[in-house]
């Protein structure tokens, strides 16, 4: 219970952790792109208008002539319709002074931008010593026209910008809108990693619950324990062989591994018994396919193994059991458990005789009605099964396999 809540507990904390940093470090590398441009624009757009003021106002002779003789009212007339001509700029003023040295000095005061003109005659050759030309302008209103409402300056948290103007962005990396975003990535992703975790923890515990009686049941059965992990490889084997993959060559192994399941269900003296066995015994021992499928029908991860380990028992010429078959109707996956099974029982360890050497049966197995294309594909490729990897996802083998 505890393990049940604690998965989808640390699922859901490390998928909402992650989503949300992931997004933190897109804002801010977004944001330091964005700052880079913004400055650029900031800077561009404070000097182009300085130097248009400068150009068309305080390098001109006529009002050069009227600040150097002192005459200043006259010279703001011709002057004021600056905040006309140039809608950015607030205010305009011409005072006595010192003019500064370049043509124009921006400086930030607060949140107002102060640009210092010189005054000078048209050839610029000479600049009115005493006076000085300023214009005032909001920063906010300079933001606002590069980007419109998306920064604002803010002397208390403000990073550096141009000229020194405090800028944070309007919008936070945590609004509401990136919130919900935030959120519905996460859930999205979280019912992904559930889904998949669910899905393969239902396989891992259905499995090694019938692996586990399986286990339970060979021990019933020394003679042929380890028979149905032996199958379960073999099987495997031919799968790839025959270019099984993914959810098929799984299905094959697990089928292979739990074909004989049903043997629970039959007597035990019945199941041990090392003489032949009668005909009633017989009509018993055949039903284990039919119990091996209504023991997987019941668990949902295996009811579509159920007709492959049902027809584990069937020939090809019909002489099988139980449904008695003939090839072409026996599903692929239920012939190669026959033939498995076939050799694994001829090869096998059994108290009762000496286990027969692969070879000889192959020979005996050329002779039974088992599909020879797959006796084949095993006597052809049986040399390479020493050297065989299982795949991760495979539950147990068998030693004797591996020693093969
Ligand atoms: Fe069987």
Redesign the pocket.
């Known amino acids: 219970m505890k393990r049940k809540l604690l998965v989808p507990i640390v699922v859901v904390f490390a998928t909402l952790l992650t989503v949300a940093s992931s997004f933190y470090i897109l804002n801010v590398y977004i944001d330091k792109k964005n700052a880079d441009t913004l400055d650029h624009a900031l800077k561009g757009l404070i000097d182009l208008q300085a130097s248009a003021v400068y150009n068309s106002y305080f390098a001109w002779t006529k009002l050069y002539d009227l600040a150097a003789q002192g005459n200043l009212a006259d010279a703001y007339n011709l002057a004021k319709d600056i905040t006309t001509s140039f809608p950015l700029i607030d205010s305009v003023e011409i005072d006595q002074g010192t003019p500064p040295s370049e043509n124009y000095v921006v400086t930030l005061d607060g949140e107002l931008l102060r640009i210092d003109y010189a005054i000078r005659d048209d050839d610029e050759l000479n600049t009115v010593p005493n006076t000085y030309a300023v214009t005032i302008i909001q920063a906010r209103k300079v933001l606002n026209f590069i980007a419109p409402n998306q920064y604002k300056v803010d002397p208390v948290r403000g990073r550096k910008s141009a000229y020194g103007i405090p800028i944070t962005a309007q919008a936070t990396v945590f609004s509401a809108t990136n919130i919900l975003i935030i959120c519905v990535i996460s859930i999205l992703i979280i019912w992904l990693l559930l889904q998949s975790y669910y899905k393969k923890s239902d396989f891992f515990l259905d499995t090694r619950g019938l692996e586990s009686i399986i286990y339970l049941f060979e021990q019933t059965e020394k003679a042929s324990a380890s028979h149905s992990r032996n199958v379960a490889i073999l099987a495997l084997f031919v799968g790839k062989l025959l270019k099984f993959s993914g959810k098929r060559l799984k299905n094959l192994y697990v089928a292979a591994l739990l074909?004989?399941i049903?043997?629970i269900g039959v007597p035990t003296n019945i199941i041990t018994k090392t003489g032949k066995l009668d005909s009633r015994e017989f009509t018993q021992m055949k039903q284990?396919?039919v119990i091996?499928a209504r023991i997987l029908n019941s668990f949902k991860e295996f009811d579509r193994l159920s007709d492959i380990v049902l027809h584990?028992?069937e020939r090809e010429d019909g002489s099988g059991y139980p449904e008695g078959l003939k090839s072409k109707d026996i599903p692929l996956e239920s012939k190669i458990i026959a033939v498995v099974?076939v050799f694994e029982a001829l090869v096998g360890e059994r108290p009762y005789r000496n286990p027969i050497h692969p070879s000889s049966a192959f020979e005996k197995m050329k002779q039974m009605p088992l599909d020879q294309r797959i006796v084949a594909i095993l006597v052809d490729h049986y040399g390479e099964l020493g050297s065989f990897k299982p795949p991760k996802w495979v539950l147990s083998y068998s030693p004797w396999m591996f020693s093969a």
Do not use: A, Q, V
């Open positions: 074909h004989d049903g043997k284990h396919p091996s584990h028992h099974d």
